[in-house]
């Protein structure tokens, strides 16, 4: 990914230098890849167990339609109270996104759902309770001071940027050095080996959800952050779009395996690909060609790699068994 990466930025620098390399348009991609990338790594977890989060898309539209509503309800009638509630308002809608990632837990790993029907059931009914609440209409008032973190830079790098790279980080440590991490990685591997070793599946499972749920929630604040409005209907797009990443980030559909730096590296490369057909002036539906030739190219260059490694070791003489020693009597 990162080879593509650099070659993705490279073209489109050559085909365009004077408008892929303003200071505004990298600006622009490094302030649109973070609601893209958390929802990628959230489904990253899902995917690293076996499973799938189809709902996460929905449950980011319902943390921020949620948000939106509570503080707007308050500024109507004193502004000075809803900005000192603001964290309890943010912290009311995290809580909200971890019951729904609870509820997908509960329905795949104590209720026996497979995944991608529990998370598709729980994606109709958010975003059905969405359009109700919302009545089909977008929502003003988001938290202003949202939109000014939002456009804030730290040594040019946008904070939303840093904080995508924040939550990466934490999620990495997560995967890769506490006991959890293991429990996710060996379900998703092997479950059956898993339950004989002691994993309780059903706590794993929770907690995976659980916690893709609060990406999810975290992408719902920074959907509000970017552009200070909710909707029902906002990233229904997204949903095909994350796998695409997760996958591409080197995460096996099958579960076991996933690289978090990946998934980054992924996020990044499908926003540069956006950004150059932008300012190539090529419609949307070609940029969704484009992901389909990159994520075929990517799954092809894996599977040649996996059967010459397979050929290698097929190739290799077996190693002679150690000779049996007698004892005398």
Same mark, same amino acid.
């Given at each position: ?17 004077? %408008? ?273 030739? %990159? ?35």
């Amino acid at each position: 990914m990162l080879v593509l990466l650099v070659a993705a930025f490279a073209f489109f620098t050559l085909l365009r230098p004077s %408008i892929f390399l303003n200071p505004l348009n990298l600006e622009n991609i490094a302030v649109s890849a973070p609601e893209i990338g958390i929802l990628a790594i959230a489904m990253m977890l899902a995917m690293l167990t076996g499973g799938i989060d189809l709902s996460v898309v929905a449950i980011a539209n319902f943390t921020a339609i949620t948000i939106t509503t509570l503080y707007a309800g308050l500024a109507a009638g004193n502004p000075g109270q809803a900005n000192s509630l603001l964290p309890l308002i943010l912290l009311l809608g995290l809580a909200l996104a971890a019951v729904a990632g609870w509820f997908n837990g509960f329905l795949i790993g104590v209720i026996g759902i497979t995944p991608i029907l529990a998370t598709l059931a729980t994606m109709q009914i958010l975003n059905g309770i969405a359009v109700v609440w919302t009545g089909g209409q977008t929502l003003y008032g988001a938290p202003e001071s949202l939109s000014v973190i939002a456009k804030t830079t730290i040594a040019g790098v946008p904070v939303l940027f840093l904080f995508f790279l924040l939550i990466a980080v934490v999620v990495a440590v997560l995967v890769n050095v506490t006991p959890l991490g293991l429990k996710l990685q060996l379900q998703g591997a092997n479950p059956v080996a898993a339950r004989y070793s002691g994993i309780g599946s059903r706590g794993v499972l929770t907690s995976t959800y659980v916690t893709s749920g609060l990406l999810g929630g975290l992408a719902g604040i920074v959907f509000i952050a970017r552009n200070p409005t909710a909707s029902a209907d906002y990233g229904s797009s997204y949903v095909l779009l994350v796998i695409v990443i997760a996958v591409l980030g080197g995460t096996n559909p099958a579960g076991g395996f996933a690289t978090v730096a990946g998934v980054v590296l992924a996020t990044l490369t499908l926003q540069v690909v956006s950004s150059g057909f932008n300012a190539l002036r090529l419609s949307a539906y070609e940029y969704s060609i484009a992901q389909g030739v %990159i994520l075929i190219a990517v799954m092809v260059a894996d599977q040649m790699r996996f059967r010459a490694r397979r050929r290698k070791r097929d190739l290799q003489p077996p190693v002679p068994a150690a000779p049996e020693t007698q004892g005398k009597s």
